[in-house]
Structures are given as structure tokens and as C-alpha cells.
């Protein structure tokens, strides 16, 4: 992606002002960004893997009308969870 001076300038100058908005550098500021970014790329790419066991266990979990309320608990503790992506800057 190629940038002309001019946009280079105008992006430089919306960097900046963020920055200075934060009270930060502008590498703090970018690095930040790219951090934040970097984090939200890998959370999109979690990947579980099951055994088959696992895979039958959670198929009749999900196929089993009783085992929605303690799904519910577990999701409710599983939130309640901090989580990477969450973590300050």
C-alpha cells in the first residue's frame, strides 16, 4: 500500500494528536495500537482441540435438555473469568 507525502503527514498528525490525547508518545501510542491489535488477530484464531471422547462428551452435553442450567453456571463462571484480551494496555 503505497502513501503519498501528504497522506503520510495527515496520518502522522492523527497519530500524534491521539497521542497527545493519551498523554503518551507517539511510539507508546503505536505500540499500544499494534499491541491491542495483535491481541484481538489471535484471539479471532483460538483454536480448541477435543479427543473423541471430549467430542462425544460435549455432543451429548449440547444434545441433553437437563444440562442447561449447569451450562449456564459454567458459562457464568467461564466469563467471570479475566481474559487475555482484556488485560490493560
Known sequence: ?????????????????????????????????????????LVDRTLFSLTP???????ADVEDPRAVSQDQASIERLLAIPQPWHAPA
Open 53 to 59: 471422547e471430549q467430542t462425544t462428551a460435549l455432543l
Open 1 to 41: 500500500m503505497k502513501t503519498c507525502p501528504e497522506q503520510a503527514t495527515e496520518q502522522r498528525q492523527m497519530i500524534d494528536q491521539a497521542a497527545a490525547a493519551e498523554g503518551i508518545s507517539r511510539t507508546e501510542f503505536i505500540l499500544r495500537s499494534c499491541q491491542a491489535r495483535a491481541r484481538d488477530v
